[in-house]
């Protein structure tokens, strides 16, 4: 057990931690915040900054934001170091009021960290608080400090004194755990299931609020009858409509969105939106609460290593496509349209076939958020993947019950056995509650998709529901490069290179510069249309520039590949067929 992870019971003395939190300059991106360390007894005081914050498993190194840390106490300053990249010891002997004062670079807008301009305020905890290594199971004060009287503060931690935006957190968890946005962003109140909701909306854009509560009321409605309610007082929606961020990221009381601006009168491009937040609001449960056992006590300072990212992820993102359809928010062809959407970006990741399931889950914390230019050859994302698998998972349950069980019942089983509680769940503590909602022994299944790249047998599930996977090829062919190619500041650039292609083999490496074709200039415009006209097994001539070195390659043309694929109805369906698919999607 690390020393990050070895909580004492708080100490007998009166010892209290509290923080506040300005911004008196908003457009210099500098939180200014203090610690206020009262009655410590000990000669030294480290404090730590978390270097990654759950839900996002990458070692984001946040210390790296802290500047002007200075500690002092009624006599004046108190002798500080730096003594690791998180770690700042001060030396209090004789002193027993302490004060620390630091400020916080805050000018990256995403769900994870911390921003700050002269519109609106957001951090999260992680990003800018410190720990003491064992307190933190006592309780921490915070005031919110805004730079105009016109700013509110929107959070979910408890209220002291709303006036004077004095908040407290039970524990440094839940400090970590509650998001704060500080601005003049619109606030809608609203109920679902009986409890009270907010809508927070910072950014201009083309939300609708009342729409966008009114299809969240019926996601909340849904998932609640999944796990029997809501395990919750109130909940917070924090949504910042931003020029072109996608994320979300779960807390136990709230969740953070952030959404293109405009990205809302596109009626794809709502449904997306809505699938965002009906996989946030999942995580209430799968993640938040049902976890796995190296995430059920937090170690602020290293990453936890599990296979389970797959069910925590991917379970979550296969929810994600079907609670809207059972809220009404989209329908059964929407819901079809997404699922094929999916597994065609499975199907089209050449890294599927080298990365394990266990593996990508695994390797999260190196791997999904540090993607290269071989990515895509090398790996594959328990998100995807993991949506795949549950996806196999609840059609297998379902053909076998008849629809009287299904995968709602695994996280019934897995809310109930450790969720409710928080107990961490072993690899194999989830393994034995599919099966044994399955009621079958899936160990062959587990091995082969969890444990081996072997391919997802798609058809075989599918078809007791009268469906399978349809290739879709162009009526006009675009011969197989195997090269990716975007525009960069006018020039052509190959992004991607797969594994075995003929690009591959033609020498043709990522980042290298398209020029021409057979001496004639292309773009990546054009580049299909130039493809189409030729044959497989012709050999065309690659001009590139690679690394400044000009290059021409000869490049032997492959067969094309299927543009997409998608989730199509067998011909002459049975009984039997319809009446499971019916009771799969409605």
């Known amino acids: 057990m690390t020393e990050a992870t070895a909580i004492r019971q708080p100490k007998p003395t009166a010892t209290t931690i509290a923080y506040q939190v300005a911004m008196p300059q908003p457009a ?9 360390v009262n009655n410590w007894q000990e000669n030294q005081l480290d404090l730590k900054m978390p270097v990654w914050t759950p839900g996002s498993y990458l070692v984001r190194e946040y210390a790296r934001h802290v500047q002007d840390f200075v500690a002092e106490d009624s006599n004046g300053n108190l002798a500080s170091k730096k003594v690791s990249k998180n770690r700042w010891r001060i030396e209090t002997e004789n002193s027993s009021e ?28 992680a990003a800018l608080f410190f720990f003491i290594s064992g307190w933190e199971r006592q309780p921490i004060r915070v005031q919110i400090i805004p730079p105009y009287s016109n700013w509110q503060v929107s959070t979910t931690l408890s209220v002291v004194d709303r006036k004077a935006n004095i908040y407290e957190a039970q524990d440094f968890d839940t400090l970590v755990d509650s998001p704060v946005e500080i601005g003049t962003q619109e606030v809608y109140d609203f109920e679902a299931v009986n409890k009270p909701h907010q ?86 449960w799968n993640v ?11 170690n602020y300072e290293a990453e936890s290593y599990t296979t389970s990212l797959w069910f925590c992820e991917g379970t979550t993102s296969y929810y994600d496509i079907l609670i809207p359809l059972q809220a009404g928010v989209y329908e059964r062809k929407t819901c079809l349209e997404n699922l094929s959407k999916d597994i065609t970006r499975y199907l089209t990741i050449p890294g599927r076939n080298v990365q394990p399931l266990g593996e990508s889950s695994y390797d999260a914390w190196i791997k999904l958020y540090r993607r290269d ?6 790996q594959i994302s328990y998100y995807l993947k993991g949506e795949m698998v549950s996806l196999l998972l609840d059609l297998l349950i379902r053909a076998k019950h008849n629809n009287q069980r299904s995968l709602d019942d695994v996280m019934r089983l897995m809310w109930q056995r450790f969720g409710k509680q928080e107990i961490g769940f072993s690899e194999s503590q989830l393994r034995n509650a599919i099966a044994e909602v399955a009621d079958d022994n899936l160990d062959d299944f587990f091995v082969r998709y969890i444990e081996t790249t072997e391919e997802l047998p798609f058809d075989e599930y599918l078809e007791p529901f009268g469906l399978y996977v ?48 057979d001496d004639i200039r292309i773009t990546s415009e054009f580049l299909s249309d130039r493809l189409k006209d030729y044959q497989a097994e012709d050999t065309i001539q690659v001009t590139v520039f690679h690394q400044d070195q000009l290059k021409t390659l000869p490049v032997t043309l492959a067969k094309p590949l299927p543009t997409r694929y998608e989730l199509a109805r067998l011909d002459n369906l049975s009984d039997l067929q319809q009446q499971n698919l019916s009771g799969w999607l409605g």
């Open 288 to 298: 938040k609460r049902i976890r796995p056992h190296v995430l059920e006590k937090f």
């Open 373 to 378: 230019a071989n990515s895509d050859n090398n």
């Open 199 to 284: 809508l927070a909306v910072w950014g201009k854009g083309n939300a609708k609020p009342q729409k966008i509560i009114e299809d969240t009321q019926k996601i909340i409605e849904t998932e609640a009858k999944i796990f029997d309610g809501v395990p919750y007082d109130r909940y917070l929606f924090l949504l910042h409509l931003s020029g072109s961020g996608y994320g979300g990221l779960e807390h136990k009381e709230s969740c953070t969105l952030n959404y293109p601006r405009f990205g809302f009168r596109d009626c794809n491009k709502y449904n997306r939106f809505m699938q965002l937040v009906a996989h946030e609001f999942f995580h209430l």
């Open 28 to 36: 210099s991106h500098l939180f200014e915040v203090s610690l206020q």
């Open 98 to 125: 302490i004060t620390v004062r630091y400020r916080v670079y805050a000018n990256e807008l995403t769900v994870r960290t911390n921003h700050l301009d002269s519109t609106h305020g957001y951090f999260n905890g």
């Open 470 to 517: 349809k290739a879709v090829e162009d009526d006009d062919p675009v011969f197989h490069t195997g090269m990716k190619v975007v525009t960069e500041n006018g020039r052509e650039i190959i992004k991607f290179v797969e594994a075995d292609s003929p690009a591959a083999k033609a020498g043709i490496d990522a980042e290298d510069e398209l020029l021409a074709i």
